[in-house]
């Protein structure tokens, strides 16, 4: 009878032993895409953030404890980060949340963080309403006033287009936001917006052939396409099959591998803004890649060193409060000037927004070429 | 709109309505035999597109230069017949213990099976997007003017109708057609006949995915993006050109699929883009209005 009990009282006593011993650790929640229509991004920026954790706690952690990650797949959909969020912070105690790429995603999320007075850094979501929610939602990259200039700034100047035709995933907050902001740029820099059609994206439309009829009927210089990669892939392909000839812009959501995979040489030679290039001369980026390439073996996009640098500067502020209480470690992510990470000089401004350059790439199937970077 | 953009737009709609005609054609012959609606036939489409996705890069290199058409046919061919196993073997499992409960049982069962292959897909496949290979090389025809029709718009179209005379040949003049048309006018009364309603069945089965198979290679080499949901949205919008065409219609399914292709289209490549499948859908019920039965249904008096 005794051997019985033995077995099952030790048992229990190794997992409440193990679980104290958890409880110790400092819990990150992070929400994000791993799965689903936009699931390179989650998966590279979560690998950024599992680097940057590794790094942290090899050198022994942030006041004296670990910091444990616990991610959870939002599937790309509306209506899973908000529970995925609820549930970081409710049932894992979460100290602070890491989220998400996609603005759309991110802005279901930021509002439970706000009222639970949780600190938010995202590190990729790039539409101004998201830190727009609360004095507790920050990230790490630039915004899309900016980003939509750049690529306006870049029609005009390097291509030397005068009319632009716009396609827009209605779906989506990002690239409406940014259809907004290089509209304005660009006519009010003596450019014209020739045809303006739309989509929605998120693996619903996948046939976009109307549109670009209508939009090679209008004869643009270039075409600006604020979608994400796989809408960007496809829509490459058909408006090559339709004998459209001009090279397709885009902005950060067009970073990701899969994109050459999936428009193959069709979209070879069109142009993206983003937050990095492996390409980047610099030993901080350097580093990054070697590490990265070392664990992952795989070529870092721009997502996974924007997850590096929003974990990093957590841990940072974490360290810098002394504490986990999140309204401390808010005032400390709001302190945080000058921060040098792998996607350049980190200060994060009143807006609890990122101030960085951005660069311009080309897509070349086998690794994108650099073009230029433009600062803010 | 120019009479050149106006043409495009023709060619853009017809070659995607031939998809949803292809799937909705799998729709409709289950529809008209057991008076169900098979939610897993989109799924069954995302699995044949699966098949060609796995098959290509094994069987393609064995059929260099010229022998191509012979390698594709392979994939093609072994694609429709994993399909039709796959919908027997739904069948089987998931529906025939269901026959004699109420209709509505097996719709559910209908949706589970759906939403099984759709999450178990995402499983065995992975979750994320993959690029299709390129099984035949998607290119403009020549001698075509300002106009462009691709190759595989070309193929879509031309397979549809293939199959569209083959299924009407076999429903109309081989047994197992006159089979069909009899367990589907009375099943009682067929198996009273000698009709052996299991075989019948399964036999619908296995042609209507082997369809859904066939589509889900053409759908992916024009689109080729592919992934465990991407059978949802066709899926609905074939059982909407099912319906519009009248259910249970195979003709009709066809010409739904294909009116349902050119009105997005068109609406798509106007202002009013956004707004595509809500004018589409708009449309299609102010049909309904009129000829509840569809395009091409017969309307039925209930005999009391």
């Known amino acids: 009878m005794k051997s019985i009990f033995t077995i099952p009282i030790a048992a229990a006593a190794v997992v409440i032993a193990l679980s104290s011993l958890r409880a110790q650790d400092i819990v990150v929640g992070e929400f994000a895409s791993l799965t689903g229509s936009e699931a390179t991004f989650g998966i590279n920026s979560s690998n950024g953030v599992e680097l940057a954790k590794e790094e942290v706690n090899n050198a022994g952690g942030v006041l004296g404890r670990k910091i444990r990650i616990v991610v959870e797949d939002d599937q790309s959909k509306p209506g899973q980060p908000s529970a995925a969020v609820k549930k970081l912070i409710a049932s894992d105690k979460a100290v602070a949340i890491i989220g998400e790429i996609a603005s759309s995603r991110s802005l279901e999320a930021a509002p439970i963080c706000q009222e639970a007075k949780i600190p938010m850094v995202s590190p990729g979501s790039t539409n101004p309403r998201v830190t727009e929610v609360g004095d507790y939602i920050f990230r790490v990259c630039f915004i899309d006033p900016f980003q939509g200039t750049v690529m306006a700034k870049f029609a005009i100047d390097n291509l030397k287009a005068k009319k632009v035709a716009i396609l827009t995933d209605v779906r989506n907050d990002y690239s409406v936001g940014l259809t907004k902001y290089f509209k304005e740029y660009f006519t009010t820099h003596g450019g014209q917006v020739v045809s303006e059609r739309s989509f929605s994206g998120g693996g619903t439309d996948r046939d976009f052939r109307a549109q670009l009829t209508a939009i090679k009927a209008a004869q643009p210089e270039a075409i600006f396409v604020p979608g994400y990669y796989t809408e960007a892939g496809l829509i490459a392909k058909q408006a090559r099959s339709l004998g459209i000839k001009v090279p397709l812009l885009g902005g950060d959501g067009w970073d990701s591998p899969k994109l050459s995979e999936i428009g193959g040489s069709a979209i070879d030679g069109c142009y993206f803004s983003t937050h990095f290039s492996p390409k980047d001369q610099n030993p901080k980026v350097q580093d990054f890649v070697h590490k990265y390439q070392a664990k992952f073996n795989a070529m870092p996009d721009g997502m996974a060193p924007l997850g590096y640098d929003a974990m990093m500067i957590l841990a940072d502020a974490i360290k810098t409060a002394g504490t986990t209480d999140g309204t401390k470690v808010r005032d400390a992510l709001a302190q945080i000037k000058n921060y040098d990470g792998v996607t350049g000089k980190i200060t994060i401004n009143e807006k609890r927004n990122a101030t960085k350059s951005a660069v311009v790439l080309k897509v070349n199937s086998k690794q994108n070429d650099y073009v230029a970077t433009v600062a803010p | ?304």
Not at chain 2, 123 to 134: H, I, M, N, S
Not at chain 2, 158 to 168: D, E, G, H, Q
């Open chain 2, 1 to 304: 709109m120019t009479r050149v953009e106006f043409l495009q737009q023709l060619i853009n709609g017809v070659s995607l309505g031939a998809f949803y005609a292809l799937i909705a054609l799998g729709y409709t012959m289950v529809y008209g035999v057991l008076r169900f609606i098979n939610f897993a036939h989109g799924d069954v489409f995302m699995l044949g597109a699966f098949s060609g996705y796995y098959l290509t890069p094994r069987v393609l290199p064995h059929f260099p230069g010229a022998f191509a058409p012979i390698g594709v046919a392979i994939v093609l061919l072994s694609t429709m017949c994993i399909c039709a196993v796959v919908g027997m073997t739904i069948e089987r499992l998931a529906y025939r213990p269901l026959r004699k409960r109420p209709k509505l049982t097996v719709l559910i069962t209908a949706i589970g099976v759906s939403l099984f292959l759709e999450y178990g897909g995402q499983f065995v496949f992975g979750p994320d997007p993959k690029a299709f290979p390129e099984l035949v090389v998607d290119r403009p025809l020549e001698h075509t003017g300002a106009l462009t029709i691709t190759t595989t718009q070309v193929a879509a179209f031309a397979v549809t109708i293939l199959l569209l005379i083959t299924l009407t040949f076999i429903v109309k003049r081989t047994r197992l057609g006159r089979a069909m048309r009899a367990v589907s006018n009375n099943a009682t009364a067929a198996t009273l006949m000698g009709v052996n309603i299991d075989t019948v069945i399964s036999f619908t089965f296995a042609l209507g995915s082997a369809l859904a198979g066939a589509a889900g290679i053409l759908y992916s080499i024009s689109y080729p993006s592919i992934d465990p949901l991407m059978g949802l949205l066709p899926g609905v919008k074939a059982f909407v050109a099912a319906v519009l065409g009248g259910i249970g219609n195979i003709p009709g399914a066809a010409v739904g699929g294909i009116v349902l292709g050119v009105v997005e289209t068109f609406v798509a490549g106007s202002r009013f883009s956004t707004y595509r499948d809500a004018i589409a859908f708009a449309l299609l019920i102010g049909i309904l209005l009129f000829r509840p039965s569809g395009i091409f249904g017969r309307s039925q008096v209930e005999k009391v």
